[in-house]
């Protein structure tokens, strides 16, 4: 099992996890264009996508997951919610193969077993998900306000995270956002702020924890050194033993043993 980022952030979302020969797309907030062009750093064709699962409506995770998916024939999964909110980017005349998924119930695409959760986010029906296959599980949670017992419980036990580390508390509040949008990010629809991250990665079990990366960070309210050592105090390792989901780069891929 091996995952990378397409990118992170306020400006587009990707996320690819791979299993045999199932290939899921997790998100896909870039033009088709974008998504090629990025999927090809990973030497990925885009006919060799699977599925996208879609976490929610906003066009920074869905805004190019329709398009793409119905140029390269990609069946999609999402929750009923999701997809009440998305016609706005739904091509003409498509063929869109659309699976609709309850968010507290575990799916299965090829080798992939796919556990979604439901989040507090600004959402119609927002998702974050736990992939598993059956030996190791990946956890990916972002675009969340705040943290709950059923997030804990989801995100436990497995051997790599992706971990919202969105904001840092102080520079939100004196940077150049405006008061209405310092409100949204962050409260308890928004997004995770930096010790709020590290003190839900405190209350799981990491004892099998391979890989963290802190991910959908703020370009104008946190910087990757403050996201990192967040987390690398709970886990009581070097800051380079976080990893960073860059909204450019992303990162590359990272295998589970």
Not at 86 to 114: E, G, K, T, W
Not at 126 to 139: A, I, N, R, T, Y
Not at 181 to 187: F, N, P, S, T
């Amino acid at each position: 099992m091996r995952f990378a980022s397409l990118g992170s952030g306020s400006a587009g979302n990707a996320l690819v996890v791979e299993v045999g020969h199932t290939r899921l797309m997790l998100d896909c907030g870039f033009s088709v264009k974008e998504t090629v062009t990025r999927l090809a750093r990973l030497n990925v064709e885009p006919g060799t996508i699977t599925g996208i699962v879609i976490t929610h409506e906003h066009d920074d995770h869905a805004g190019g997951a329709f398009r793409f998916a119905d140029k390269y024939q990609i069946p999609v999964w999402l929750t009923y919610g999701t997809l009440k909110m998305v016609s706005r980017y739904m091509p003409n005349r498509h063929h869109l193969q659309l699976n609709i998924v309850d968010s507290h119930s575990a799916f299965a695409i090829n080798d992939l077993q796919v556990q979604p959760y439901p989040v507090p986010h600004d959402a119609r029906e927002p998702m974050q998900c736990v992939f598993s296959d059956g030996k190791h599980k990946l956890g990916v949670l972002t675009d969340v306000g705040r943290t709950t017992p059923h997030i804990e419980e989801k995100l436990s036990g497995c051997q790599a995270l992706v971990l919202e580390c969105n904001h840092d508390a102080s520079m939100l509040q004196t940077g150049p956002y405006s008061w209405a949008l310092k409100k949204r990010v962050g409260g308890d629809l928004g997004h995770l702020e930096n010790s709020d991250s590290a003190n839900l990665l405190s209350k799981l079990d990491n004892s099998k924890l391979q890989h963290i990366v802190a991910a959908h960070l703020s370009a104008k309210n946190n910087t990757p050194a403050l996201a990192k050592a967040a987390l690398a105090k709970v886990l009581s390792c070097e800051n380079d033993g976080i990893g960073i989901a860059d909204q450019l780069l992303g990162f590359d891929w990272l295998a589970l043993n």
